[in-house]
């Protein structure tokens, strides 16, 4: 047995739904014996035509971030899928992604009887951070790739390359972090888009990152 052997399998939830429901989400996956988690302010991204002819076409959207072990991660999806419905069209979206390591928290017990099967790997999560500003281009790229719009969130950045002089002081530049759930067969399409017309390989212009996405809820073609 290697070392490998006693990973523990923890999984990041991540859940996408409309402003004010973040609290009841994290309400109701206490229940299933997750701990807490992580609330963020987003906009949704859409490309309905209709919406757009009557100039809807941003949405406020409440990201619920948590961790928890496989086990755990399994009952609590299915238990708010039970409650909040994300099987019918528009009432959000859920997935999560595999974290390898885990550090900073006791409150996620490991079940160490909770292996991981061979589970088909269908959608990736792409994660673009960019300067305040370029997210839209991110979304726009993207969609002329195949994808199907994403959500905004905002956050800061203290890179090497991402602080800049003002009156001798640092200053940290807003940052957009653009999240695109993602069929696995047009991600590797999508990443490129991005990376040619924002020139992520160019320093300080951004970074992107891809997990394979293990369960899901709420996506439809």
Avoid: W
Wanted: net charge neutral.
């Amino acid at each position: 047995m290697t070392s490998k052997d006693h990973i523990p399998h923890f999984e990041l939830i991540h859940v996408i739904v409309k402003f004010g429901m973040g609290s009841k989400i994290l309400k109701e996956a206490k229940k299933c014996g997750v701990s807490g988690g992580t609330l963020c302010i987003g906009k949704g991204t859409i490309s309905n035509k209709i919406l757009k002819l009557l100039s809807i076409t941003d949405m406020r959207k409440e990201v619920v971030m948590m961790i928890s072990n496989r086990k755990t991660t399994k009952k609590t999806l299915e238990h708010l899928n039970k409650v909040f419905r994300f099987d019918k069209p528009n009432h959000g979206i859920v997935y999560t992604t595999s974290l390898s390591s885990l550090m900073g928290t006791r409150s996620c017990q490991i079940d160490d009887g909770d292996e991981r099967g061979d589970e088909e790997i269908m959608y990736q999560n792409i994660m673009v951070v960019v300067d305040k500003g370029k997210a839209e281009e991110v979304v726009e790229s993207a969609q002329k790739a195949g994808s199907k719009g994403g959500t905004i969130l905002n956050a800061r950045g203290s890179g090497v390359h991402e602080t800049s002089k003002l009156f001798s002081m640092d200053i940290e530049p807003e940052k957009e972090i653009v999240m695109i759930l993602s069929d696995e067969n047009v991600t590797d399409a999508i990443v490129t888009k991005i990376s040619d017309d924002l020139k992520i390989n160019e320093p300080g212009n951004g970074i992107i990152f891809v997990q394979d996405v293990n369960r899901t809820y709420g996506i439809y073609e």
